[in-house]
């Protein structure tokens, strides 16, 4: 069996933003976490097999490209697929195909982690099984930390509906978060998040957001810790 998983999806006026009508980045993050869920579930390494053994997946990293505008109510390809496994972590790669054409490439970089700890967990004994599909797309560039002295705060409570079954915000969450700082009202080229520290329910999240070139950097705080860095590029 060859490991890729591929589904479709109707695009709705809620996954683009307003004024522009552009894809907006919780609604691939979505997709993307929709995609490598199920892929998992179907090969026998989803959420219900995992909480068993008191094990969980745990999101590091996330990258997209942008190379084509999806109109609004497409129906959408959308295909994942793993590479071989690292010493202690797990990439998957995306894309998202319109009337034949690829519009989206991404790749996420995963962990496994003990539910109650939290700690990393060495997966010796878990390991996909099938067929490789050979297809990458690219890697996930380091964001460096900043100093945001000088910076507006922009700050966020998490409320029940942001988190998902591990207790914690659902890494979706913080592009909306991000989304809602910046306003964006034209398409991006890429967007890159890196996921550092768990933010809970009721924990406030202050947002930071630096200009360098045509880019955006920011940075997410919390409990005086950064909580997420991310990218965009545009």
Request: aromatic share 14%.
């Amino acid at each position: 069996m060859e490991l890729l998983y591929k589904t479709n999806y109707r695009l709705r006026p809620s996954d683009f933003r307003p004024k522009n009508d552009t894809l907006s980045s919780t609604t691939l993050l979505d997709i993307f976490q929709d995609l490598a869920g199920d892929h998992a579930t179907q090969l026998g390494l989803g959420f219900e097999d995992f909480i068993k053994k008191d094990l969980i997946w745990m999101i590091v990293s996330t990258r997209y490209e942008i190379y084509e505008d999806i109109p609004m109510y497409s129906i959408v390809e959308a295909y994942t697929w793993p590479r071989r496994r690292g010493k202690i972590d797990f990439y998957r790669d995306y894309k998202i195909v319109h009337n034949g054409k690829v519009c989206v490439k991404a790749t996420s970089r995963w962990i496994i982690a003990n539910y109650k700890t939290r700690k990393i967990y060495i997966p010796r004994d878990i390991d996909f099984t099938g067929e490789y599909h050979e297809e990458e797309t690219f890697d996930i560039e380091k964001i460096h930390d900043f100093d945001v002295t000088g910076l507006e705060a922009h700050s966020f409570i998490p409320n029940y509906m942001d988190l998902d079954h591990n207790g914690h915000v659902n890494n979706i969450k913080y592009a909306t978060f991000i989304e809602n700082v910046l306003k964006l009202e034209h398409q991006i080229k890429a967007f890159t998040i890196t996921y550092v520290k768990e933010a809970k329910l009721g924990e406030e999240i202050l947002i930071y957001v630096k200009e360098e070139g045509n880019n955006f950097l920011i940075k997410g705080i919390v409990n005086n810790e950064t909580c997420f860095l991310a990218k965009i590029e545009r």
